[in-house]
């Protein structure tokens, strides 16, 4: 009988009752071919591997991370209740030590969720990932995470929720913004004023395959993890990357998430994108599962695999170790370009005009931040779009310190309450939620 390297827990939610349409690739049978996959293969008789049951999250753990237009009910279903209680459910399982590490095959996904809701961005309503984080946080203590996001589009909605917060080291491995929705994700987007160099972004081309994903973790994330030294890794697992999948560039293979796993080692994966739903998911998610459990995976292998179709060309090997040595330099400068934002002092504003895709959606919005040299500062958003309420919302962060959870009070107060527009303030050092 085998036994797991790992101890690892499984968290299925194949999500029946919510797709984008019956057709459309987003919908249940992305997870039921695994499902499949992985009974067949008999992973869950392997002593050391787990099933546990997803849980719902709560109102305030949503809360904890968004501001929801007008209100959560109004942006989540049931399904996304349950698709971030799979997420939490293996959190609390790593944290409790009844596993070593755990993957949440869930869905509705949510890296493209902001802090502020007004609908669905890529397919996404709420940040599951950065729920499962916060409420981490809240519960267990921990302080430094690191989020290695490896979906094929770039992770703006984790990018934006952690853009101020220097104890969440945040790097998207993506395909080339210029090339792919949602066109974000540029070496230059480094963080907020009290947190740069915290986000780091390394768009790759179109084709690129083993060798280039495998050279930018093992090149260039492996060692800044290394100095970061994070309490726990959550991998962004997007899957999208693969060679057949119908929305994206790719050339990655069921071989080459594997190792990437292994080599990345991540206390919890959550799955995010993968649309390639029978030819290469199955395999893919079966490779991430022995990895995480440290077993051999040398056997998985999808249809259609042939490594010598879709290597790389050498245009594409420099470029990626072209932009691997920038990210690198600029998580090295980050200490320097934190030390000039400082300097500045006072007020930073930063203004956007976000499309949600899925919705149809435009929202503008004013993000008002304190740039504090003791605390990651507090922010102020001013958010309204063409199909919900304006909002104005204040974020008091972890750690903040007293001048800005003043200046956070100060400025909901000051807020009027009116027909116009909805006021909402998170106060996380007291883990309290208000509206008016």
Request: proline residues 6%.
């Amino acid at each position: 009988m085998l036994t797991a390297g790992r101890t690892t827990g499984l968290v299925f939610f194949p999500a029946f009752d919510w797709a984008i349409s019956s057709t459309h690739p987003e919908r249940e049978e992305r997870l039921l071919y695994t499902q499949d996959q992985v009974f067949e293969e008999g992973l869950l008789d392997i002593d050391g591997i787990t099933e546990f049951k997803p849980d719902l999250v709560t109102v305030r753990d949503i809360q904890r991370v968004h501001f929801c237009v007008p209100d959560v009910w109004s942006v989540a279903t049931e399904s996304h209740f349950i698709s971030a209680g799979g997420a939490k459910t293996i959190g609390m399982a790593v944290m409790d030590k009844r596993v070593e590490c755990g993957f949440a095959l869930v869905r509705p996904p949510g890296h493209h969720a902001m802090r502020v809701v007004h609908g669905a961005r890529g397919f996404c309503n709420i940040n599951i990932e950065a729920i499962m984080i916060e409420y981490i946080r809240q519960a267990y203590g921990v302080r430094k995470v690191a989020i290695v996001d490896t979906d094929c589009h770039h992770g703006d909605g984790t990018q934006d929720i952690y853009w101020h917060d220097p104890n969440t080291l945040f790097i998207s491995i993506h395909q080339d913004g210029r090339t792919l929705y949602p066109g974000s994700g540029f070496p230059h987007e480094l963080g907020g004023p009290t947190a740069i160099g915290y986000t780091l972004n390394y768009p790759l081309p179109p084709n690129t395959s083993e060798e280039g994903f495998l050279y930018a973790i093992e090149q260039v994330v492996l060692p800044i993890l290394k100095e970061f030294q994070p309490e726990l890794i959550i991998n962004s697992a997007g899957q999208d990357n693969h060679f057949s999948d119908p929305i994206t560039n790719m050339n990655f293979s069921a071989q080459g998430y594997a190792r990437l796993t292994s080599l990345l080692k991540p206390d919890i994966a959550v799955l995010e994108g993968g649309y390639s739903i029978e030819g290469a998911l199955p395999y893919l998610n079966v490779g991430i599962i022995l990895a995480l459990a440290g077993l051999d995976y040398s056997n998985v292998k999808e249809p259609n695999y042939q490594p010598e179709a879709i290597r790389q060309k050498p245009e594409i090997t420099t470029f990626i170790k072209k932009t691997g040595d920038q990210v690198l330099t600029n998580w090295r400068n980050r200490v320097q370009l934190g030390e000039m934002a400082q300097k500045k002092k006072g007020i930073d504003e930063r203004r956007r005009t976000l499309y949600y895709d899925t919705d149809n959606i435009v929202e503008n919005q004013h993000e008002t931040i304190r740039v504090c040299p003791n605390c990651s500062g507090v922010l102020k958003i001013d958010s309204e779009s063409d199909h919900t309420c304006r909002i104005l919302a204040v974020h008091i962060p972890v750690g903040a310190c007293e001048e800005c959870r003043n200046q956070g009070y100060a400025w909901f107060d000051s807020i009027k309450k009116s027909d116009e527009a909805k006021a909402f303030l998170q106060d996380r050092p007291k883990d309290q939620y208000l509206e008016k």
